[in-house]
């Protein structure tokens, strides 16, 4: 039973190492600033959701009709098969995958803009956003909310800051 709970562990593990990057490495594949390309990433998350919904319904009809009908070998062997093709797709392209350059942990710019916001937490704050400090493109910024708003005193300007 304890190899039970070690699988069941080493599951949820990977699903989340999974989950949350593959989306994330699909979307780097795409230039943003390419129309052409912009329309064939959201039609690639379609599809992508699409297959995942399907497999996971697959998963829990036809596979446990195989392991109940048939037997467990054969169900286990086309879950392992499946993720062996998975895999060998997978490292075949990887050669033709784009990589983004890091720019730096996300973690330490979370942190700066932390450690800003209370260096300048008696600042004024302007009355036009336009005034705060942004180093990205229009398009690509995310847009201002009340609920954390204390966070936008960090890209107030202040003497020394350059």
Not at 4 to 10: A, K
Not at 52 to 73: C, F
Not at 110 to 135: G, N
Request: hydrophobic share 40%; proline share 2%.
């Amino acid at each position: 039973m304890g190899i039970f709970y070690i699988g069941l562990c080493e599951l949820g593990m990977g699903l989340a190492g999974v989950k949350s990057s593959v989306s994330a490495l699909a979307t780097d594949q795409f230039d943003h600033n390419d129309k052409e390309e912009k329309t064939k990433m959201e039609n690639f998350f379609n599809r992508f959701y699409l297959v995942n919904n399907i497999g996971s319904i697959l998963a829990v009809t036809v596979l446990v009709y195989i392991q109940d009908e048939v037997s467990r070998g054969v169900g286990y062997g086309i879950c392992a098969a499946a993720m062996i093709t998975a895999d060998i797709i997978y490292l075949s392209r990887s050669r033709k995958y784009r990589y983004k350059k890091r720019s730096g942990s996300p973690l330490i710019q979370v942190v700066q803009v932390i450690a800003a916001a209370i260096k300048k937490r008696k600042l004024e704050f302007p009355s036009d956003v336009s005034l705060l400090y942004e180093d990205s493109s229009p398009e690509s910024r995310v847009h201002r909310t009340n609920d954390f708003r204390w966070l936008d005193k960090a890209a107030v300007i202040s003497d020394g800051d350059f």
